[in-house]
C-alpha cells in the first residue's frame, strides 16, 4: 500500500473518531453528562442498519440470521439513527433524572449488555460470522480503488463537519447556554425555571442519533460488522480523544481524533512481523496512559480549551 | 391581598424539625423580612416555599393557587424566584452568559428553534443583551461581562445573582442574606436597587442578621426561631420586642 493511499485510509478512521468525539463531547462537555455507553449507540446504529439494508439471509451461505429486507441504503440509515435515539431515550428515562454517576454506570451497562447481544443472539446478528461484504455508497460508480478510497474520505467527512457545524451552532444558541449552566450547576439551573431534565435528555438523544449515524458510516468503512468492533475500548478512545482536544472545545475533539487516532494508525507501520505487534499493542496502551497522565498534569483542560463566547 | 401564603408548614430530617408549623402571609408588594438566629429554619423554609425540598406537612399557595411540591422550575416560571445563601452562579461561563441563560421563554430555549436560529430567535438574543448590559451596569460590573463567574469574590457573586435571578422578572423574589458579604459601595447599590424593587410593585421576601439593613427595606417582619415563627409585626415593634431580644442574644452560639 502507498503511503498516500496510507493517510487517506487513516484520515477516514480519524473522521470516524473525531464524529463520536463531538457527541461525547455534546453530552459531556457541553452538558456535564458523563455516558460510558458511546459505543452502544454506534453499535445499535450499526445493527439496524444492516439488518435494514442486507439481502434476505436465506439467499446467504451459512448466514443463521432471520431477518434482511434489503431496502436501501437511505432508509437503512434514518432507522439507524431513530433506532439509536430511542434508545438513548429508554435509557435516559430512567438515568438523566439522577446524579451523573448513575447515567454513567447505567450506559456501560447497556453497551456491554448490546455486545454480548450482538454476539449471542444470532437470530437477529449472525452471532460472530456477523454481516459481510456489505456495500459502501455508490462504490459501483468508481472503476480504481484508490478514487473510491478519496470520495469515501471525502464523504466521511462531511458527515463529520456537518456534525461540527451542527454543534457550534448549538453551541452559539440559547440551548447551548443552558446546556451549559446544567453542567454548571444544576440546583441554579433550576432556580432560573429550566427543566433540567428535558435539556439533558434531548442533548443525549440527539448524540445517540449522531452516533446511531456513526455505526453507518463504522459499516460502510469496514464492509463486515463483528460483534470484536464494538468493545468499550472504542468508548474509551473517544474519551480520551475529547480530553485531549480539550473538553467543551468542539475543534479540540477534531484535532485530539486526529493526534489520538493518527499515532495510533501510524504506529502500525512497525508491526511488521508478530513480534514487534504484540510489543507495540503493550507499548501502545502504556503510551496513551502516560499520554493522559501528562494531560491530567500539565495541560488540564486540553490542547484546546473551552472558551467562552464573548459579548 | 396575600400573594403568598404558608399555611402550617414543616419541614423535618429526620428527627430533626427544622421548620414546625409555621404559617405567613406575604402581601403582594410588600416587603417582608424574615430573621432569626442561625439553624433557625428560614433558608429551610425558603426551600420548601421554592420547590427544592418538599414539605413534610402543610401548604404554601400562590396567588390562590396550591402550589406545593410543584417542582421548583416550574415555580421560577411561575414568578416565585429565588436567590442562595451561599452564591453559586455558573463558575465557568461568563457574567453575560450567567445573566442571558436565566430569562424564561427564550425563543432559543428548545434543540430545534436553537438550530434554526430564526430572526425571533435573534431579535430575543439581542433583547435580552441589552437587558444583561443594563443590569450590569447597574451593579458597575459592565466592564467585567466576560470574565468567568468563578473569578468574583462572595460579595461580587451575590449582586450577580441577584441580577441574574432579575432576568426572569420575578413577581416574588425570595432573598437569602442578600447583603451578606457585599462591600459597603455594592450594599448602597444593593438597597437602591431593591427599593426600585418595590416600587415596581414586586413582592420580596428578605432574609438576612443585619438588622438595620432589614428594618428599613421592610414592610413587616416574622421572627423564626428552632423551626417556629414566634412573631410577627411592623419592624419597630419587632426590634424592640423583649423576646427578639433574648432570642438574639441567647441564641447565638
Ligand atoms: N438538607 C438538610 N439536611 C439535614 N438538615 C438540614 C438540611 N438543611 C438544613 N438542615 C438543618 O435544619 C436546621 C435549619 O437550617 P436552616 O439552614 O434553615 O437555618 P437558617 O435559619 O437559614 O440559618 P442561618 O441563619 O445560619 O442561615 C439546621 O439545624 C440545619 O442544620
Ligand atoms: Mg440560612
Known amino acids: 500500500m502507498s503511503i498516500f493511499m496510507f493517510v487517506i485510509a487513516v484520515m477516514t478512521i480519524v473522521g470516524i473518531y473525531a464524529m463520536m468525539a463531538l457527541c461525547y463531547n455534546l453530552t459531556n462537555g457541553q452538558t456535564g453528562i458523563v455516558d460510558f455507553g458511546v459505543i452502544g449507540w454506534v453499535a445499535i446504529g450499526a445493527y439496524t442498519y444492516a439488518i435494514i439494508t442486507s439481502p434476505d439471509p436465506s439467499t446467504v451461505a451459512g448466514a443463521v440470521n432471520l431477518y434482511g429486507f434489503h431496502l436501501p441504503m437511505w432508509i437503512g440509515l434514518i432507522a439507524a439513527m431513530i433506532t439509536a435515539a430511542f434508545g438513548a431515550f429508554c435509557i435516559g428515562l430512567p438515568t438523566l433524572r439522577l446524579r451523573g454517576e448513575y447515567l454513567a454506570i447505567g450506559a456501560y451497562a447497556l453497551s456491554m449488555v448490546i455486545t454480548s447481544f450482538i454476539t449471542n443472539e444470532a437470530w437477529l446478528t449472525n452471532g460472530s460470522r456477523g454481516f459481510f461484504g456489505m456495500p459502501a455508497p455508490l462504490r459501483d460508480r468508481f472503476t480504481s480503488v484508490s478514487a473510491y478510497a478519496i470520495f469515501f474520505l471525502l464523504l466521511i467527512w462531511a458527515f463529520v463537519l456537518g456534525s461540527y457545524f451542527l454543534f457550534r451552532r448549538i453551541e452559539k444558541s440559547p440551548y447551548g447556554r443552558i446546556l451549559r449552566s446544567i453542567r454548571e450547576n444544576e440546583e441554579v439551573s433550576i432556580s432560573i425555571g429550566k427543566n433540567v431534565w428535558k435539556y439533558r435528555m434531548t442533548a443525549y438523544v440527539l448524540a445517540a442519533a449522531i452516533l446511531g449515524l456513526v455505526g453507518v458510516l463504522y459499516a460502510w468503512y469496514a464492509s463486515v460488522l463483528v460483534p470484536e468492533m464494538f468493545t468499550d475500548i472504542v468508548t474509551f478512545t473517544v474519551v480520551i480523544c475529547v480530553i485531549l482536544g480539550g473538553t467543551g472545545n468542539f475543534k479540540g475533539s477534531l484535532l485530539g481524533a486526529t493526534v489520538m487516532i493518527g499515532a495510533q494508525e501510524l504506529t502500525r507501520f512497525f508491526q511488521a512481523n508478530a513480534d514487534m505487534a504484540a510489543t507495540l499493542a503493550a507499548t501502545r496502551i502504556i503510551a496513551i496512559g502516560i499520554l493522559l497522565v501528562l494531560i491530567i498534569r500539565f495541560k488540564r483542560r486540553g490542547i484546546l480549551p473551552e472558551k467562552n463566547i464573548k459579548m | 391581598m396575600a400573594l403568598l401564603e404558608i399555611k402550617n408548614v414543616s419541614k ?4 430533626l424539625k427544622a421548620v414546625s408549623g409555621a404559617n405567613m402571609e406575604i402581601i403582594k408588594g410588600k416587603t417582608t423580612g424574615l430573621i432569626g438566629p442561625n439553624g433557625a429554619g428560614k433558608t429551610t423554609l425558603f426551600n420548601v416555599v421554592a420547590g427544592f425540598l ?8 400562590y396567588n390562590g393557587e396550591n402550589i406545593t411540591n410543584l417542582p421548583a422550575y416550574r415555580l421560577a416560571r411561575k414568578g416565585i424566584v ?9 463558575p465557568e461561563l461568563t ?12 425563543e432559543g430555549e428548545t434543540l430545534w428553534k436553537s438550530v434554526l436560529m430564526n430572526p425571533a430567535v435573534k431579535r430575543q438574543e439581542k433583547e435580552n443583551k441589552e437587558r444583561a448590559l443594563h443590569y450590569l451596569e447597574e451593579i458597575g460590573m459592565i466592564d467585567r461581562r466576560n470574565e468567568k463567574v468563578g473569578n468574583l469574590n462572595a460579595g461580587e457573586a451575590r449582586m450577580v445573582e441577584l441580577v441574574r435571578q432579575l432576568m426572569l422578572d420575578p413577581d416574588l423574589l425570595l432573598l437569602d442574606e442578600p447583603a451578606a458579604g457585599v462591600n459597603p459601595a455594592h450594599q448602597e447599590t444593593l438597597i437602591e436597587m431593591l427599593n426600585n424593587l418595590k416600587k ?5 421576601l428578605v ?3 443585619n438588622l438595620g439593613f432589614i428594618t428599613t427595606l421592610s414592610d413587616k417582619i416574622y421572627v423564626m426561631h428552632q423551626g417556629q415563627v414566634v412573631l410577627e409585626g411592623l419592624p419597630k415593634e419587632v426590634i424592640s420586642n423583649q ?4 432570642i438574639y442574644l441567647g441564641g447565638k452560639k
Open chain 2, 12 to 15: 423535618h430530617f429526620g428527627r
Open chain 2, 95 to 106: 457574567l453575560m452568559e450567567n445573566l442571558m441563560a436565566a430569562p424564561k421563554n427564550q
Open chain 2, 82 to 90: 429565588r436567590t442562595f445563601q451561599t452564591p453559586h452562579g455558573f
Open chain 2, 200 to 204: 415596581k410593585g414586586i413582592t420580596l
Open chain 2, 243 to 246: 423576646k427578639v431580644k433574648e
Open chain 2, 207 to 209: 432574609i438576612d442578621h
Open chain 2, 54 to 61: 418538599p414539605a413534610t406537612e402543610g401548604e404554601v399557595r
